[in-house]
């Protein structure tokens, strides 16, 4: 009788999960971890369960998780600064398309700059000097 209760509340947080992505297949972080807490909290499933719903979901469903495309950005990021800490303007440009095919071009080209500017204020990259005056005014002009 347990299981079944079990079974139950784990199809229902199926549910849910699935009507959360309906709208759009991308889902930010604050409704993810939403997602994860009405599943700990509303249908008594440990973390890790919910999570593992909420990702065999995202596989059949091809949802796209804000957490996991930015996790994946970052390692492209990592590589393109290298030892030195500086991302080019032509290295941030490409990151960008990478984000957007990532995320299947659900966010905007002006929401993957605003990621991509936050997650490399996060790490401590730097912007690299571009254009004919040598400036880093292509990255100061990415609103935060």
């Known amino acids: 009788m347990v299981r079944r209760s079990q079974d139950d509340a784990i199809r229902r947080y199926g549910d849910l999960v699935k009507l959360n992505g309906l709208g759009t297949r991308f889902i930010p972080?604050?409704?993810?971890?939403r997602l994860l807490?009405?599943?700990v909290t509303k249908f008594d499933l440990s973390l890790d369960e919910a999570r593992g719903v909420m990702r065999t979901i995202a596989e059949d469903k091809g949802y796209i998780f804000e957490s996991e495309s930015v996790r994946r950005i970052?390692?492209?990021?990592?590589r393109a600064a290298g030892r030195n800490g500086y991302i080019s303007r032509a290295q941030f440009r490409?990151?960008?398309e990478?984000?957007?095919?990532?995320?299947?071009n659900t966010i905007s080209e002006t929401e993957a700059r605003?990621?991509?500017?936050?997650?490399?204020?996060e790490n401590g990259w730097r912007?690299?000097?571009?254009g004919?005056?040598?400036?880093?005014?292509?990255?100061?002009q990415i609103e935060a």
């Open 132 to 140: 004919l005056f040598r400036s880093r005014r292509w990255y100061r």
């Open 94 to 96: 490409r990151a960008q």
């Open 37 to 39: 807490e009405d599943g």
């Open 127 to 130: 912007p690299r000097r571009a």
């Open 74 to 78: 970052q390692q492209v990021l990592s």
């Open 114 to 121: 605003q990621q991509l500017k936050r997650l490399m204020a």
């Open 98 to 104: 990478v984000l957007r095919d990532i995320s299947e």
């Open 29 to 33: 972080r604050a409704q993810e971890r």
